[in-house]
């Protein structure tokens, strides 16, 4: 009996022992200035995290933990997540995502400029099987559901029609999506009148959706930039809808200048109510197909063949001509277009330079080159006063748009880091974490990510600030950025004292299937 009660005794002072000793993490985050996904100064506390969660602010520095991170002298802040990207999905080694993990982003978003994802439900699975560097959440693409229901038709749907891309929509919604993307300016985009992404936005907007767009016109191709944004701002109204504007700009010199009346109507239309929100990324040049670039829409129209027999065609001649020589104009001419496409012969050539190595000029040279291979351009099209005006703005956030063949894909946040913190202080370093972690979250609505706080998802990133800089240019649009110290994504270590580690730990993340925190 009294051996009993001694065991007794004894178990229950083990309990006691165990409930004040101190909590246990898988990892311990110490000494760090963090800031915290909201647009507050840094602190400098002790981040504790178990499993794929945060689970203490403030913890206890002296805790157990299993892996104890020491970030004196380093910044530590939620993952970017980039709202615009064209990240890969496929590929061992692309999918690694290295390239943005690098630049501190643990969340990409894909399926922008109304393309979707290609055959999503195979390409997820995949990507689950064979491990993603980054986290993944998607738009269901306009382009590629209105592909799919009436192929490269350029007229309105019938109502079938639009029901049957309703009914796309509601199915990729159901699966997770982030809500719409449209790609306006391209085809089969533009060939949408207003009302009919309203009809599909609206599908978006009561499953909890947002409306991400490529305007119609980002320079004075078609309507203009500033009735491409009026009608963005008509679908939030009548859809009922927050729009996000991707890659928001002055594209051209007959638009230059004009980022200051783009201000002013999204913040007349936020003054109303409304949700309009933007990304920039944060170069001078875009990334676009040659032939998206110079060739005019109605050439395009219908498959590829169908545009290489009209510009074949003797009696287009003309007019094919003189549409993309004002288009060539508006961009700057031949010598503001680099091609970009890795294994085309002329990478690295302006349109300039193989006008003359074809010895012929330079439309010439760009009808041979997009019947042949339509190369990516690097397109000298913007100012810096526009990228600066619209930068400053609350509602602007960090983008990407990164894809292969421009540094954007390899650098935006280290290099938008040192044009607008540290180099020109137009931001301050919380700013910039809000708008490049917090505000995008809640923008898309990724309820347990963008923010350091208990709840949410361990997607962290650890700077050294003095090294964050971007390395890749356009000779060498591949080459990683340096300066992430550390990195968690999911709460496991991707990067750790500067090495990148073999582990994949995103995820596809799926908006039904967040575990959203109380707060959030
Ligand atoms: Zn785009």
New binding site residues.
């Given amino acids: 009996m009294r051996q009993w009660l001694s065991m007794v005794l004894v178990a229950s002072l083990l309990a006691c022992s165990a409930e004040t000793q101190q909590p246990t993490y898988d990892i311990l985050i110490i000494n760090g200035t963090v800031y915290d996904g909201s647009d507050s100064a840094a602190t400098v506390s002790t981040i504790g995290i178990t499993g794929d969660r945060i689970i203490a602010i403030n913890a206890d520095a002296d805790a157990k933990a299993g892996t104890v991170i020491d970030a004196e002298g380093l910044l530590v802040m939620p993952g970017f997540i980039d709202p615009h990207t064209h990240a890969p999905l496929k590929g061992p080694d692309a999918t690694a995502h290295s390239n943005f993990l690098t630049q501190g982003v643990t969340t990409v978003i894909v399926g922008?400029?109304g393309g979707g994802v290609d055959d999503r439900e195979a390409t997820f699975a995949e990507l689950t099987a064979g491990g993603s560097g980054a986290n993944i959440a998607w738009f269901a693409g306009h382009g590629a559901i209105r592909e799919a229901v009436m192929e490269l038709d350029d007229r309105a749907p019938s109502g079938d029609e639009l029901d049957a891309m309703r009914g796309m929509l509601v199915e990729e919604m159901e699966r997770g999506a982030l809500g719409l993307s449209t790609?306006l300016y391209y085809a089969p985009g533009s060939f949408a009148a207003t009302d009919e992404v309203i009809e599909l936005a609206r599908v978006a907007a009561e499953m909890g959706g947002v409306y991400d767009t490529?305007l119609r016109d980002e320079s004075s191709y078609t309507v203009g930039l500033l009735a491409a944004v009026d009608e963005a701002i008509e679908i939030a109204r009548r859809a009922n809808i927050p729009v996000h504007i991707?890659?928001i700009k002055a594209l051209g010199k007959d638009t230059w200048g004009q980022s200051t009346e783009v201000v002013r109507r999204v913040t007349e239309a936020r003054g109303d109510g409304l949700e309009v929100t933007a990304n920039q990324y944060p170069w001078r040049a875009s990334n676009v197909r040659l032939a998206s670039a110079l060739v005019p829409r109605w050439v395009m129209a219908g498959s590829r063949d169908d545009m290489r027999s009209r510009l074949g065609d003797a009696s287009l001649a003309d007019r094919i001509r003189a549409e993309m020589t004002d288009n060539l104009a508006r961009r700057g001419g031949p010598e503001a277009m680099l091609i970009t496409t890795a294994d085309s012969t002329f990478r690295g050539m302006t349109l300039l330079r193989i006008a003359e190595v074809l010895g012929t000029d330079p439309v010439s040279a760009a009808i041979e080159l997009v019947v042949t291979e339509d190369p990516n351009i690097a397109s000298f099209v913007m100012q810096q006063d526009d990228i600066d005006t619209f930068r400053a703005q609350p509602w602007v956030m960090t983008g990407s748009?990164g894809g292969r063949g421009h540094p954007r894909f390899s650098a935006s946040y280290p290099k938008a880091w040192r044009d607008f913190v540290r180099d020109r202080e137009m931001l301050s370093p919380q700013q910039f974490v809000h708008r490049s972690a917090g505000l995008v979250a809640d923008t898309l609505r990724l309820c347990d990510r963008g923010y350091l706080r208990p709840g949410y998802a361990a997607d962290i990133v650890i700077i050294d600030e003095p090294d964050f800089q971007p390395l890749a240019d356009f000779e060498n649009p591949d080459r990683l950025s340096s300066g992430v110290a550390h990195l968690l994504i999911n709460g496991k270590l991707v990067i750790h004292d500067s090495a990148r580690l073999e582990q994949r730990a995103g995820r596809v993340l799926a908006k039904h299937e967040l575990d959203c925190p109380s707060d959030s």
């Fill in positions: 922008s400029d790609g490529h991707s890659h748009d």
